[in-house]
């Protein structure tokens, strides 16, 4: 199962769950803006997509402001504002957990940000609100990204968002622009961020725009060019999120064996008392020195 995490109604996955449910795989939507909890583990997941958002990623409060469509709850400012959003403790720890048993992470606009700070990073505000269309650059790096090898080095996209991070160490920048350095990353060999939305259709545009008009009005020619600059994307859009579902499907039996295991590690030879006087036997027998390691196939007490 997918697990993805929306904090407004608005910014759902888009392109990115229509490329997972071509791949068949299984999605469970935590609605975060509606009151849902979020997981408190990784148990039966094999992948974790958070959305974006118009909370700080920083411990400050979100401003609140601005209409959203007939029936949804209203849609707080993206302009960046003080204050800290409900779930976002139990956010980071999921996203924590999803780092340490290795299950593939996405994270857009606020999901990367978030991701950065599970992983160590720092959030901050920005120099201001970055909103419309307009170009990254990829890195080297990109070239030989499982999700962006084939992205262009140069690729336009849709940003909206005023914050931004500084990535933690061994973290692999991917995609850039002058303005806001941090656009695209990798953490490790399976967890990605996205800055830029990337995974916007011709609905999200036009949800966005709805739901945030002030922020909508400081880029003209948003909704007008919106056409043409999806037509141009596509392609690199779908293909990084077929990749990701590729990459998700084909270690789905892998993440989900770690995820199960990884939480337990801690507490394995509090659970199984009776067990470690055999296991140091075992190790007494087969000479093993510190640091070495023998995996144990038998299911025992366990």
Same mark, same amino acid.
């Given at each position: 199962?997918?697990?993805?995490?929306?904090?407004?109604?608005?910014?759902?996955?888009?392109?990115?769950?229509?490329?997972?449910?071509?791949?068949?795989?299984?999605?469970?939507?935590?609605?975060?803006?509606?009151?849902?909890?979020?997981?408190?583990?990784?148990?039966?997941?094999?992948?974790?997509? /958070?959305? =974006?958002?118009?909370?700080? !990623?920083?411990?400050?409060?979100? *401003?609140? %402001? #601005?209409?959203?469509? @007939? +029936?949804?709850?209203?849609?707080?400012?993206?302009?960046?504002?003080?204050?800290?959003?409900?779930?976002?403790?139990?956010?980071?720890?999921?996203?924590?957990?999803?780092?340490?048993?290795?299950?593939? /992470?996405? =994270?857009?606009?606020?999901? !990367?940000?978030?991701?950065?700070? *599970?992983? %160590? #990073?720092?959030?901050? @505000? +920005?120099?201001?609100?970055?909103?419309?269309?307009?170009?990254?650059?990829?890195?080297?790096?990109?070239?030989?990204?499982?999700?962006?090898?084939?992205?262009?080095?140069?690729?336009?996209?849709?940003?909206?968002? =005023?914050?931004?991070?500084?990535?933690?160490?061994?973290?692999?920048?991917?995609?850039?622009?002058?303005?806001?350095?941090?656009?695209?990353?990798?953490?490790?060999?399976?967890?990605?961020?996205?800055?830029?939305?990337?995974?916007?259709?011709?609905?999200?545009?036009?949800?966005?725009?709805?739901?945030?008009?002030?922020?909508?009005?400081?880029?003209?020619?948003?909704?007008?060019?919106?056409?043409?600059?999806?037509?141009?994307?596509?392609?690199?859009?779908?293909?990084?999120?077929?990749?990701?579902?590729?990459?998700?499907?084909?270690?789905?039996?892998?993440?989900?064996?770690?995820?199960?295991?990884?939480?337990?590690?801690?507490?394995?030879?509090?659970?199984?008392?009776?067990?470690?006087?055999?296991?140091?036997?075992?190790?007494?027998?087969?000479?093993?020195?510190?640091?070495?390691?023998?995996?144990?196939?038998?299911?025992?007490?366990?």
């Amino acid at each position: 199962m997918i697990q993805v995490v929306e904090h407004v109604p608005q910014e759902r996955p888009y392109a990115i769950g229509a490329e997972l449910a071509v791949a068949g795989l299984p999605v469970r939507v935590c609605r975060v803006w509606a009151g849902d909890a979020v997981p408190r583990t990784t148990d039966g997941m094999v992948a974790l997509v /958070v959305m =974006g958002g118009p909370m700080s !990623a920083y411990a400050e409060p979100p *401003a609140r %402001g #601005g209409p959203s469509a @007939p +029936g949804e709850p209203p849609a707080p400012s993206l302009s960046p504002g003080p204050g800290d959003f409900p779930s976002r403790a139990d956010e980071l720890a999921l996203l924590r957990a999803a780092l340490e048993a290795e299950v593939p /992470v996405l =994270g857009v606009c606020l999901g !990367a940000q978030l991701l950065a700070v *599970a992983a %160590g #990073g720092v959030a901050r @505000p +920005g120099n201001g609100p970055q909103i419309g269309w307009g170009e990254v650059t990829m890195t080297e790096a990109a070239h030989d990204d499982p999700l962006f090898a084939a992205v262009p080095d140069r690729l336009r996209v849709l940003h909206w968002h =005023g914050d931004t991070m500084d990535l933690p160490p061994g973290a692999t920048l991917l995609a850039s622009c002058d303005r806001y350095p941090v656009q695209a990353f990798r953490i490790g060999g399976s967890a990605w961020g996205v800055q830029f939305h990337l995974e916007v259709d011709g609905t999200a545009v036009a949800a966005f725009a709805g739901a945030f008009p002030e922020e909508a009005a400081t880029a003209p020619g948003l909704l007008e060019s919106a056409p043409a600059e999806l037509a141009a994307l596509a392609r690199h859009r779908d293909d990084v999120f077929e990749r990701f579902a590729a990459f998700v499907a084909g270690r789905a039996e892998r993440t989900a064996t770690r995820a199960f295991f990884t939480r337990r590690a801690a507490a394995w030879e509090e659970r199984f008392a009776d067990d470690n006087p055999r296991y140091a036997a075992a190790v007494r027998r087969m000479g093993l020195r510190p640091g070495q390691r023998v995996l144990d196939l038998g299911c025992g007490t366990g």
